[in-house]
């Protein structure tokens, strides 16, 4: 099947005289006719539903269709796009272990990794984007268990040439895990690339309409978990009486893992209702990410040739800095998040949002409806003019979340908010 089949008929196959749409299975248990039952269930998990801290039917459906998409093994969705990173992260590292990331990606990412991990003990080096691949390589460090990138970055909108780093990563026998939030499998597929594990944050472009936070990890199945620097997949957990994943689920140990593991004992899964909805904006979200992309590159090349703007990044647009890797990852557009700098500095961006109309000023992207950030005054504003610069954040930067309104009042809008800047 096609994306767009996928995103109506994954994950959910009724059966005669059942729903038509997958229901809401609003139970956190499930009854069984005997104790030897249950106790089969607690020796292999993977046998029947038990308690929704870690596995409900209307998730399961979603985290099917999911990785249908991505095409991968299996999936497991999680309350946000937070939790994702750190399980993802987690399912293969203890205090002690190290990894590698990029270090354009998501600021809630940064943070999770160059504090909150290194206070678990977990280290993470950074690498940047002029190193040579040998300089990359010396990053590598005997505890190295990942190496971590962002397709399209948020907010800098750098692209992550996912296959250069996942032969480094192959080379060491690491895994690269690749956060697709931005891009969507409708966009890019980084598996295809040699990427092993892909995260969402689902609360952006899947969900799509600005209702719920969530987030999801899709294994490939590809990674060789048995090549000896993963012990937690190929030794016997002794919290499942001896299991070894590796041994017992073959290509999804990664995660059946993460759910019978890491799920089991912190919890963090989505319920129900936030599923269903989130299966609403999938089952669009392969039309929505054609209108985004196409309302994008026309904002984008409206913005370029406007005489209060600076800069414009976007990668879809010839001559962006990232336009080649983007005509390689992202053949079908460059999804819908414009970074602009206004002329003025943060005087003048500031006037710019406080006149837009139609487009709202919210701390979000990839909402359905138009939105503008202006990350000096907001996200960053403890930065002075200096600090942001350092940060790669000028003080007239706004980074403008095209929605799926009609284009030309997208354009108006802006065009009269400029107007007010003297
Ligand atoms: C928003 C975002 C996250 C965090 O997701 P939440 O659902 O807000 O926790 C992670 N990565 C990227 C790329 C994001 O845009």
């Known amino acids: 099947m096609k994306d767009e089949t996928k995103c109506l008929h994954s994950g959910y196959h009724p059966k005669n005289s059942e729903p038509g749409v997958m229901p809401i299975v609003q139970s956190t248990t499930y009854r069984f006719d005997s104790t030897e039952d249950i106790a089969a269930v607690f020796d292999d998990p993977t046998k029947a539903l038990i308690y929704s801290r870690f596995g409900n039917p209307t998730v399961m459906a979603v985290e099917e269709k999911i990785s249908d998409l991505e ?6 969705c999680t309350t946000s796009g937070q939790a994702a990173n750190l399980l993802a992260i987690l399912n293969i590292c203890k205090a002690g272990d190290h990894i590698v990331s990029s270090p354009e990606i998501y600021g809630g990412t940064i943070n999770l990794f160059a504090i909150t991990l290194k206070r678990l003990g977990i280290e993470t080096s950074f690498t940047n984007e002029d190193m040579t691949d040998e300089e990359i390589e010396a990053l590598i460090q005997p505890n190295t268990k990942a190496f971590f990138g962002e397709t399209i970055a948020n907010p800098a909108l ?104 890491l799920m089991r ?38 913005l370029k040739t406007c005489p209060y703007v600076e800069k414009v990044e976007y990668p879809g647009l010839p001559g962006d800095h990232y336009y080649d890797l983007a005509q390689k990852y992202l053949k079908d ?61 000028e003080p007239g930067m706004v980074r403008v979340s095209v929605g799926l309104e009609n284009v030309d009042d997208i354009i108006a809008d802006l065009d009269q908010a400029f107007s007010y800047i003297k």
Request: include cysteine; charge should be negative.
């Open 158 to 261: 750098a692209v992550f040439d996912i296959e250069r780093y996942a032969k480094i990563a192959h080379k060491h026998g690491l895994p690269l895990i690749v956060d697709n939030t931005f891009a969507t499998p409708i966009l890019c597929k980084p598996f295809e690339y040699g990427c092993d594990i892909v995260t969402h944050s689902t609360s952006k472009y899947m969900d799509g309409h600005a209702l719920q936070t969530g987030g999801v990890i899709v294994d490939s199945g590809n990674f060789p978990w048995d090549n000896g620097k993963f012990p937690e997949m190929t030794e016997p957990d002794p919290s499942y009486h001896g299991i070894s994943y590796t041994k017992q689920y073959g290509k999804a140990a990664y995660i059946i893992k993460a759910r019978m593991q």
């Open 265 to 302: 004992d912190f919890g963090c899964y989505p319920s129900a209702h936030s599923a269903f909805l989130l299966n609403l904006g999938l089952e669009t979200l392969a039309v929505r990410m054609k209108q985004y992309c196409e309302n994008a590159l026309k904002v984008a090349e409206y």
């Open 333 to 393: 557009g460059a999804s819908g998040v414009i970074s602009i700098v206004v002329k003025g500095g943060k005087e003048n961006a500031m006037t710019f949002m406080n006149h837009v109309k139609l487009a709202c000023n919210e701390v979000h992207v990839a909402d359905i409806r138009t939105c503008v950030l202006h990350p000096a005054s907001e996200t960053h504003r403890q930065l002075t003019d200096e600090q942001l610069v350092a940060a790669g954040i």
């Open 71 to 76: 095409g991968g093994v299996g999936a497991m």
